[in-house]
């Protein structure tokens, strides 16, 4: 397949360059200074026991150049939900034909923004739920191999999930979008937002009664929201989200000893992704596109989420300056005053 990678992030460079290392045509855009590192040097693998040097790839630093050179089966976009309805823009700006779209974005809007503007039958939704370190430009890290997840319906979704699985990823289909989509959703609002919030660990957070108690609400109003749009939960490769939306429903002395352990002690010292884009001066967080989302579609479908909406509002008030950073930290009796 010849294959178009927007960005060379973590998970893009992980994709395009493990799908590279099998013999596939891979394209990446990026900008000039991280374009030439790896124009000269290459992606640099780190997967279980080895390391490769991948240099079989192209890589251009504008749009209009890359289209240019294709037309390509396929766009992998990885990036960040609040980037996706300007890359698909900037896409459609070159006057060249745009390939259909595989999203491989957290979140569940991105699909149907991406489909709005090019059409349904041009997007491909998709999950990744292996963990991938970027310690720097060009060099990705495979630090717990899960698979990923690619929705059927679409002409190529099967020859992409082949061509995945033999890049050693580990795909695998799905019947439905909605439900895939939604159960990678439940997993990264999980000690999320709090953790940015409170500055504080996914461990000491489900260690904690009362925040505990914060975490099981979020998962709750998910959960919630998902059942009235008629979608059940589905393990995703190497992520048993069903036992996770089953931890929510038992007593928890019996959930949480075992959510401690799979959600704090399991990820190590590393923070969630909310954490490190607000405390690493990104000044955008994902927020609005998973807690956000969540109290968006439970509007419309009459899902009460309280709990997210507070959450989602502090975090883009911590985001954008309008609190200060110190206001919650490791305090969370001051964010718990906030909540229902």
């Known amino acids: 397949m010849k294959i ?14 493990s799908l590279a290392a099998r013999g596939e045509d891979v394209t990446f855009v990026e900008r000039p200074e991280v374009a030439e590192v790896i124009a000269r040097r290459g992606l640099i693998l780190h997967r279980g026991a080895y390391t490769r040097t991948e240099n ?26 609040f980037d996706t309805e300007a890359a698909v823009d900037a896409l459609i700006a070159t006057g060249h034909e745009v390939p259909p779209i595989l999203s491989l974005q957290n979140g569940v809007d991105n699909e149907p923004l991406i489909a709005a503007k090019l059409g349904a039958d041009r997007v491909i939704a998709g999950t990744v739920c292996s963990a991938v370190a970027k310690p720097g430009i060009g060099e990705i890290i495979e630090e717990t191999h899960r698979g990923l997840g690619i929705a059927e319906g679409h002409e190529l979704s099967g020859r992409l999930a082949a061509s995945l699985d033999h890049a050693g990823l580990g795909a695998r289909l799905y019947p439905h979008a909605g439900p895939m989509k939604w159960s990678k959703l439940l997993t990264n609002l999980t000690g999320n937002a709090t953790s940015a919030i409170l500055d504080m660990g996914v461990g000491d957070l489900f260690s904690d009664k009362r925040l505990y108690a914060v975490e099981v609400a979020v998962l709750r109003e998910c959960l919630a929201v998902m059942d009235a749009l008629g979608f059940a939960p589905v393990d995703l490769p190497g992520t048993p989200v069903r036992l996770l ?76 300056g309008r609190i200060a950073l110190d206001t919650f930290k490791k305090n969370p009796d001051s964010l718990l005053r906030l909540l229902p």
């Open 4 to 17: 178009l990678v927007l960005g060379a992030g973590a998970i893009g460079s992980y994709i395009g360059g």
């Open 56 to 81: 079989r790839l192209a890589v251009f630093t504008s749009n209009a150049d890359a289209l240019a050179a294709g037309p390509y089966d396929v766009c992998v976009f990885a990036l960040k939900s």
């Open 245 to 320: 939306a089953l931890a929510t429903k038992v007593p928890r002395m019996i959930a949480q000893p075992v959510l401690v352990k799979a959600l704090g002690s399991g990820r190590g010292d590393k923070m969630p992704s909310f954490h490190v884009d607000l405390y690493g001066g990104r000044g955008r967080t994902e927020v609005h596109w998973l807690n956000g989302a969540v109290v968006r579609h439970g509007a419309e479908v009459g899902v009460p989420t309280p709990v997210n909406a507070v959450l989602t509002e502090t975090l883009e008030s911590l985001t954008e």
